[in-house]
């Protein structure tokens, strides 16, 4: 007879395939640095779950991880899972807490089951919005834009805002969310006409600059004669630099990423003594110190959602052995919107 404590599905697996990290890169990743690996799956024990993944968040923070050198976040380990944020069902559960049927959000990612405590598992409520949405505008993407946005650096009405990687994850939801807080103006920059074309026609933006047609600094003016009064950057190097440049007295930059320099090789930042007269305050944020926040935020984006106030997009990889390919393109901006892996 099955303990009532534990509840349980049919024919649970006995094995998963997960991404390992194979090698350490310097500079640019390849496929190389990953391995698609078999394992055992242990058995339960009292207060976990075996979740089935079925979405799996990329990111370019992953690549620092990469790196064997002390950050915020422990590096990846060698000849272990890669780990991220990821949504599943719950497929047996030794939890009173968590039910089989559940759908949960944690940190398992790249694997396709994952046997976790249940005290670190969040369940989602999947009538609420699309389950991946909880990776993407309803997950740390969009609470990143948020606390930029209301707290890091905050929008005030009337500001023009200036945002990099606009058409990512967070920068395309922070555009939208600044115009939900009263920016005047806002301005994205992205790669490619393609992309800042969706910038103006989908996520509501006022004016796109491309980056890669060169003279970022030439078309930011162009695009915001009077200065900026906010940038959120995800790019750093000659981004910020540029931004700063145009910064009106006082004006409030969110250091968010830097993705520029994150395979090695970062451009000239910003020349300080210039954002000292100006007054300016530039702040970096982790999204983990605003995890109190998140019921709130979840409530309010849901609402946005929608009502259409708020706009997403996915780029969407199928299977656990592409995850390489979609962190590869994460890294190069091959990306609109999220960047997901499609699990079952």
Avoid: C
């Amino acid at each position: 007879m099955q303990n009532q404590a534990t509840q349980t599905a049919t024919l649970l697996p006995t094995t998963s395939r997960e991404i390992q990290l194979a090698a350490r890169p310097t500079g640019v990743p390849t496929a190389e640095h990953f391995a698609l690996v078999e394992r055992a799956l242990p058995d339960l024990t009292e207060g976990q779950i075996l979740v089935r993944n079925t979405w799996m968040s990329v990111d370019p923070y992953m690549r620092g991880r990469m790196d064997d050198r002390p950050s915020y976040i422990p590096p990846f380990q060698l000849g272990a899972a890669l780990e991220g944020s990821a949504i599943g069902v719950v497929i047996a559960s030794r939890a009173a807490e968590i039910a089989v049927g559940a759908t949960v959000s944690h940190f398992a990612g790249w694997r396709e089951y994952a046997v976790l405590e249940a005290a670190t598992a969040t369940p989602v409520d999947p009538e609420l919005a699309a389950p991946q949405d909880y990776l993407s505008a309803l997950g740390t993407t969009g609470l990143t834009a948020y606390a930029a946005l209301t707290d890091v650096a905050p929008v005030r009405p009337g500001d023009t805002v200036f945002i990099s990687a606009a058409a990512g994850a967070v920068g395309s939801v922070g555009g939208q969310i600044a115009k939900a807080l009263g920016a005047k103006r806002v301005i994205g920059s992205a790669g490619g006409p393609v992309k800042n074309a969706l910038l103006l026609a989908e996520f509501g933006f006022d004016a796109a600059v491309d980056y890669r047609a060169g003279d970022l600094a030439g078309q930011l003016a162009a695009a915001a004669p009077e200065g900026i009064d906010v940038y959120l950057d995800s790019v750093g190097g000659e981004h910020l630099r540029v931004a700063v440049e145009a910064l009106r007295p006082r004006g409030r930059v969110a250091l968010v990423g830097a993705i520029s320099g994150y395979n090695g090789g970062a451009e000239a930042g910003p020349d300080l003594y210039k954002a000292a007269t100006k007054e300016a305050s530039l702040r970096g944020m982790l999204v983990n110190s605003y995890f109190p926040i998140f019921g709130e935020y979840i409530a309010k984006a849901a609402g946005w959602l929608a009502d259409g106030t708020l706009r997403t997009r996915e780029t969407v990889y199928e299977g656990l052995e592409q995850a390489p390919a979609a962190l590869l393109g994460v890294l190069s901006g091959a990306n609109t919107g999220k960047m997901l892996v499609r699990l079952g």
